[in-house]
């Protein structure tokens, strides 16, 4: 989502940041470069380069430094911009692509027109780092699949097959399947998966507690069957501010749901959707969108909007079906969230029967 652009820098200034070393660029008004060169990126070495100047544009791109570069310029005074690194093909796609020309380009569209940035807001810095122990989750549990499908490969690779279980039970029920010849090389796994299986359940109980004492508006995300503690806590960190959309229909563009546009004359494909904003909060929904439209399922309007739309048939139906749902779920959940409104399940079907004229009774 843009942040709001006010100001009209007399001065703009582009940084190209790598791990080492951040290179400037600073443009006059009139586009003339006034200061280059390069710093440490470092904390101090950007106070020391940008403290005590006065108040100017600095555009940087999205990228593992930004969060907090971003914050420490704007806490020094400035009006920082941190540009979508995918939207800057100027950049990208630049046949002569330095970081001296990068960190120029970003200044001189900084100065003309901060639009064609895309410009986007970073999370505070609470809000990153609560997240980086859902990214934390994240990582072990994919740890630990890798490794669980490793084991199930290598087994069937010799003619073995494993039982069916769940990933926690894994450890306790496969030892007696592993091939004798196989124990040796796999029996080491079968620990780290059963420590990794424990690490996981702590961090269960740390999303769990956070969610909470610090977030208590996941309580409303919660009330719609399919989301859970992590999925609501992941929405309420990515989203942060729920004001800042002006539509609940906004979310679902943000979080890169809704189908891209190559529209020219008469002339519409369908296209498959854009895959912006936040990517693990989008894999989320759609695990969500899944549930709801599974066996397992609760009866709710959005299930019965889903199926109809998997029931239309076609290429790819329930995959569109399954994407549609959680761009639906998206909005939901911003409206919950908004409105602390009580979730009805079946809410639309008890308008439209309650809408339906009850049949006269037959006379006699």
Not at 114 to 123: C, E, N, S, T, V
Request: proline content about 5%; overall charge positive; glycine content about 8%.
């Amino acid at each position: 989502m843009a942040q709001d652009i006010t100001m009209a820098a007399v001065e703009t200034g582009g940084l190209d940041v790598s791990d080492r070393y951040t290179h400037v660029c600073v443009v006059s008004g009139g586009g003339e470069v006034i200061d280059e060169g390069r710093v440490p990126t470092t904390a101090e070495a950007l106070r020391r380069r940008f403290g005590g100047l006065p108040r100017m544009r600095l555009v940087l791109e999205t990228g593992a430094h930004s969060p907090w570069i971003s914050r420490l310029l704007e806490d020094g005074g400035h009006e920082v911009l941190v540009a979508n690194a995918r939207r800057v093909r100027l950049i990208a796609e630049s046949d002569s692509k330095t970081d001296r020309t990068d960190a120029e380009t970003l200044a001189r569209l900084g100065r003309l027109d901060p639009a064609l940035l895309k410009p986007i807001r970073h999370r505070s810095a609470d809000a990153q780092l609560d997240l980086a122990l859902i990214r934390a989750r994240d990582a072990v549990v994919q740890a630990r699949t890798q490794l669980v499908n490793h084991v199930r490969g290598a087994v069937k690779a010799v003619g073995g097959r494993l039982p069916k279980c769940s990933t926690e039970s894994f450890p306790r029920r496969v030892p007696e399947a592993i091939p004798a010849a196989l124990r040796p090389a796999l029996t080491s796994l079968l620990d780290v998966i059963a420590t990794i299986t424990t690490e996981v359940r702590g961090y269960d109980h740390q999303v769990e507690a956070v969610a909470t004492t610090r977030y208590p508006e996941t309580a409303a995300l919660r009330q719609v069957t399919g989301v859970g503690v992590l999925t609501a806590l992941s929405y309420v960190l990515t989203l942060e501010d729920p004001t800042r959309f002006p539509t609940s229909r906004a979310v679902g563009s943000y979080l890169g749901l809704r189908p891209k546009q190559r529209d020219s004359g008469e002339r519409a494909p369908a296209l498959r959707i854009t895959k912006a904003g936040d990517a693990f909060l989008r894999r989320l929904l759609v695990g969500s969108a899944h549930y709801i439209l599974g066996p397992f399922g609760p009866d709710t309007d959005l299930r019965r909007w889903g199926l109809t739309l998997a029931a239309r048939g076609g290429k790819n139906a329930k995959k569109r079906a399954v994407v549609a749902v959680a761009r639906k779920l998206a909005v939901l959940l911003h409206r919950l969230w908004v409105t602390g409104d009580v979730y009805e399940p079946l809410r639309l079907a008890a308008r439209r029967q309650e809408a339906t004229p009850a049949l006269a009774a037959p006379s006699c």
